[in-house]
């Protein structure tokens, strides 16, 4: 299933470091909160605000019954393209589930449209590719 999915938007800060940032190049809190915000205007729950890992940021969502999580990521800027940010969604299991490959199993087909369905609703997400974990997405393919 493609869960993993690559845009790009020139709507987001991906040029000035945050105090609260874990590293300067820790981008896309932003996005995340401007996906939470769209999430909830569809009725779906999702968490308060985003965390932040040393590569990115993420939140928790729901959608059948089950709490997937969305994890975006900034790719340094090409400024021929526009601003590129990656996003993959996951599963929100424990850590020994999450050691056996539990993130990855379960993902409801759901999930995957609501972040979909959001990205869309703005014009200002552009050549968005959704692809299958473990391989590129390839911007010649994507949609304008």
């Given amino acids: ?43 779906i729950a999702t968490a308060d605000k985003p965390g932040q890992e040393d590569f990115g940021w993420y939140f928790t969502f729901t959608v059948d019954g089950a709490e997937h999580c969305f ?13 590129r940010w990656l996003g993959s969604i996951e599963r929100s299991v424990g850590f020994l589930r999450s050691i056996f490959g539990g993130r990855r199993r379960d993902i409801s087909p759901k999930a995957v449209e609501a972040i979909d369905a959001a990205l869309k609703s703005s014009t200002d997400i552009r050549k968005m590719v959704w692809h299958e974990p473990g391989t590129d997405a390839d911007d010649e393919r994507a949609a304008a």
């Fill in 71 to 83: 994890v975006v990521g900034f790719q340094p800027n090409d400024p021929a393209k526009g601003d």
């Fill in 1 to 43: 299933m493609n869960t993993e999915v690559a845009f790009h938007s020139n709507a987001f800060n991906c040029t000035q470091p945050r105090d609260y940032f874990i590293n300067d190049c820790c981008f896309g809190d932003d996005v995340c909160k401007w996906l939470i915000a769209q999430l909830r205007a569809r009725g």
